[in-house]
């Protein structure tokens, strides 16, 4: 078995998803141009770009219920 | 914020219409909701339904602005004021709010001015007398329903007598919920822990 860090484990972990299913998306601070605080979303702008990966404003409140309601979206939307 | 992220990520064009009043428009979430939507264009008008109290505190005591459809500048979207009690009106400049938005010109937000005549908990509250008849009054003078009703009447949009069959109507269905609600048997204490859940 691969010995890999956390970070990059999330990493590929996300890239995997995003390919597999076009209805991930990744919102949050610094996560798409700056590819993560902690680089944790390294290379998954530069693959799928601006539409699904998002840069917010400083507003964990605000993007959180967002993201709650997209995922509610799509479960009503029966994707 | 979510429904509307979704609507456009898909495609479709759907708007979303959150309401809050003004009391609400002071919550934190509100201010990150306006912003969110409207730096990320998305379809979404903010309603304010202001009737002048934030549960039993009047808007002069709550915030300083008199309109809150003035915090609407501070995330660089439009905004509208209406009279509330005008069905008409909010209709037509909701539409175009809404048009605007499915155009994928982005968020807006809505003033709506009105009042309640009971209170934020029941019909009487705590009978603390925060608020004067007077004002009630005055409010009640230029009753949305009563005002539609009249105005349908004079274009001949509507008789009378039909709308007066749809409040004996309602009246009647309404007398019959109550009745059905107090013969109904009281819950069953053994039920008091179904769909209680601990994390």
């Given amino acids: ?79 | 914020m979510g429904a509307a992220f979704a609507a456009v990520y898909k495609g479709q064009d759907s708007v979303a219409v959150p309401f809050f009043g003004d009391g609400a428009s002071n919550i934190g979430a509100f201010h990150e909701s306006a912003n969110l939507a409207a730096v990320m264009h998305l379809p979404v008008i903010f309603v304010c339904e202001n009737n002048g109290y934030a549960e039993f505190t009047p808007q002069a005591k709550h915030m300083l602005l008199e309109d809150v459809a003035d915090r609407a500048a501070a995330y660089g979207m439009p905004s509208e004021i209406v009279d509330g009690m005008d069905v008409v009106a909010v209709y037509q400049t909701a539409s175009k709010l809404v048009e605007r938005a499915r155009a994928g010109e982005g968020a807006a937000l809505l003033e709506a001015k009105t009042y309640r005549y009971y209170d934020h908990q029941g019909v009487k509250g705590l009978r603390t007398p925060y608020r004067s008849q007077e004002e009630i009054d005055a409010w009640k003078e230029r009753d949305a329903i009563t005002a539609l009703e009249q105005r349908m009447v004079a274009a001949q949009l509507a008789a009378e007598a039909e709308l007066q069959k749809v409040w004996d109507e309602t009246r009647a269905e309404i007398v019959e919920a109550i009745k059905f609600a107090e013969e109904s048997p009281d819950p069953d204490p053994a039920d008091l822990l179904d769909n209680v859940y601990t994390v």
């Fill in chain 1, 1 to 79: 078995m691969r010995e890999i860090t956390y970070v990059k484990a999330f990493t590929e972990s996300l890239m995997q998803l995003m390919a597999e299913d076009e209805d991930v998306v990744v919102i949050g601070e610094d996560v798409g141009f700056y590819g993560g605080v902690f680089k944790a979303f390294d290379g998954l702008f530069k693959a799928y770009g601006e539409r699904r990966v998002i840069d917010t404003p400083i507003s964990e409140m605000g993007f959180l219920g967002m993201g709650v309601g997209a995922g509610r979206a799509r479960v009503t939307a029966g994707g």
